[in-house]
Nanobody, 122 residues
Framework: QVQLVESGGGLVQAGDSLRLSCAAS????????ISWFRQAPGKERQFVAL????????YYADSVKGRFTISRDNNKSTVYLQMNSLKPEDTAVYYC???????????????WGQGTQVTVSS
């Protein structure tokens, strides 16, 4: 099974940008689709973006479409989430998830990272 570690979170102001990374260990990284989710305090974990194994398919939540871009480098076993024009409502812990098939559902089977905090001040 693949292990995931997120990084790149921080405290920024509205309108700023951040790039999150999801680094995987294991030789089978290219066999997994990767999804990003986020969870704000007191709220359910929600889907943000996903990318298929060969980057042929990407999909975004409506709330981030046009502002966030997901990409992957299979040679580095890393998926990135470029977040531009950040808003206070983007504040959450961001998690990446590896699954055999692309998924927008947090409850579907997969491996999770420990999360990275993103805080956007107004």
């Amino acid at each position: 099974q693949v292990q995931l570690v997120e990084s790149g979170g921080g405290l920024v102001q509205a309108g700023d940008s951040l790039r999150l990374s999801c680094a995987a260990s294991g030789r089978t990284f290219r066999d997994y689709a990767i999804s990003w989710f986020r969870q704000a305090p007191g709220k359910e974990r929600q889907f943000v973006a996903l990318i298929s194994r060969n980057s042929g398919i990407t999909y975004y939540a409506d709330s981030v479409k046009g502002r966030f871009t997901i990409s992957r480098d299979n040679n580095k076993s890393t998926v990135y989430l470029q977040m531009n024009s950040l808003k206070p409502e983007d504040t959450a812990v961001y998690y990446c998830k590896a699954s055999r098939a692309p998924t927008r559902v947090a409850g579907d089977f997969g491996s999770w990272g420990q999360g990275t905090q993103v805080t956007v001040s107004s």
